[in-house]
């Protein structure tokens, strides 16, 4: 792989310098793709055309939060930033301009939700461009704890971090690949921020790539299982795998510059594939015929979306259960309610009536008596709304449209498990408020 990289830079090389039209090709191609995935990587909702449309031509479309808007604008200033400090030679890596990358990229101090150590949840303001002050530990998905850096230990490891990196590129032992993917896996074992720290860490290893004239690195959102893998396989002590990992993605960036000095196109073929094969989604078996409302198309939607997510509600939102001496969940469908000690029981009763005739669906929960300080109240959380319409199916959360589905389109995982999020952290909100008053 080292020696496979090795020719390709060479070949990388030999062609330089590009002509202008070959920069401006390559360079909004690496623009538009390091800032949608690093976003997109961490959540940040806008599609590849909403980014190029604000990037490229500073207009909005969709319907997004303003952070997230602001986020991706704030992260294109980041990546310029990088590109001018790289440029100016034989200058050292600092705190400081690590620290003025985390302030770009959040924008501005805000609140985000967090947990405790004891694992209970609590909201904090986010300084950026400051070192954290809490501890920023994860809770893995086998539920054991994965420690980063203490608070009290993060100053005195970037400060390790930033010289063992110089001192690195004055040996000059360590190609630049590997250079930047241990400084990533470095950076992102300290996790010095509250907040900001893939993005920081990625915007660092193509810091160390500009500084060595290379293109940048772009960890495609679609890879983010592998990604997140070697990264754990680093943590297990596997630092290689990450390192290769890293090469890789050099390799790609390199191949398609080098197609660009050819004058070959560099649009990937499936850029346009996938966006050709999402479009098609939403037609049925002849290429003409669009998926229209049926009891078959809402039944798949019941199947595909509507179960998933009640699934992943009750395993979210039960937790709130033991907090209140009362609780039932509720689903409404076109003129009928039924309700159930949880939301998944309360929707098998649709099934089992065979109700795929409904234009709408609703589903929420309704909490009564706080136990400790017991209060005599009533909480209900905001209501998820399903309709169906003629040729697609809308999906509404607190009076707002989060997404609009053509009836062979589903939503993924990672959509499901925002809007449950969204649920849980409102909620929380309404019983903090009442045990305020």
């Known amino acids: 792989m080292k020696d496979q990289l090795k020719k390709l830079i060479e070949e990388y090389r030999s062609l330089q310098p590009f002509n202008e039209d070959c920069k401006r090709k390559l360079d909004k191609k690496f623009r538009l793709e390091f800032n949608y995935n690093s976003n997109h990587l961490e959540g940040n909702t806008l599609t590849y055309g909403e980014t190029e449309l604000l990037l490229i031509f500073d207009q909005t479309k969709g319907n997004h939060e303003l952070r997230e808007l602001e986020e991706m604008k704030a992260h294109d200033v980041a990546l310029m930033l990088i ?40 909201r904090r303001q986010i300084k950026v461009g400051e070192y954290k002050e809490y501890p920023n530990s994860v809770i893995q998905s086998n539920g054991e704890v994965f420690e980063y850096a203490s608070p009290q230990e993060t100053p005195i490891l970037m400060a390790e971090l930033v010289k063992w990196y110089n001192d690195e590129v004055e040996k000059k032992e360590l190609s630049a690949i590997e250079l930047a993917a241990l400084l990533h896996y470095r950076y992102i074992r300290i996790h010095p921020f509250d907040d900001g720290n893939g993005r920081v860490a990625r915007l660092l290893v193509n810091y160390v790539l500009f500084c060595n004239d290379l293109p940048p690195v772009i960890i495609k959102t679609a890879d983010k299982k592998n990604y997140l893998r070697v990264l754990q396989q680093a943590d297990s002590g596997d630092l290689q795998a990450f390192i290769n990992y890293m090469t890789q993605q050099l390799a790609w960036s390199i191949d398609l510059s080098i197609k660009a000095a050819k004058g070959e196109e560099i649009e990937e073929q499936d850029d346009w594939e996938k966006q050709l094969i999402l479009l098609k989604k939403g037609l049925g078996v002849k290429s003409d015929e669009v998926v229209k409302k049926s009891e078959e198309s809402i039944k798949g939607v019941f199947d595909n979306v509507i179960t998933p997510l009640c699934e992943i509600y009750d395993e979210k939102i039960s937790p709130y259960n033991s907090v209140f001496m009362e609780y039932k969940y509720r689903v409404i ?105």
């Open 83 to 122: 590109k001018e400090e790289a440029a100016i030679a034989d200058k050292p890596l600092t705190e400081k301009f690590i620290k003025e990358l985390n302030q770009t990229i959040l924008v501005r101090p805000f609140w985000k939700d967090a947990i405790t150590s004891e694992r209970q949840p609590t």
């Open 333 to 437: 469908t076109t003129g009928k309610v039924r309700y159930n000690e949880n939301v998944r029981m309360a929707l098998d009763n649709i099934y089992k009536l065979n109700e795929f005739k409904t234009d709408i669906i609703i589903i929420d929960s309704l909490f009564n008596h706080i136990r400790k300080p017991y209060l005599e109240n009533s909480i209900s959380s905001n209501q998820i709304i399903i309709t169906f319409e003629e040729n697609a199916y809308v999906l509404k959360y607190k009076g707002k449209v989060l997404y609009a589905k053509l009836y062979s389109e589903f939503l993924s995982e990672e959509e499901m498990n925002i809007i449950i999020s969204d649920i849980g952290k409102d909620l929380f909100q309404k019983i903090e408020k009442e045990i305020n008053k």
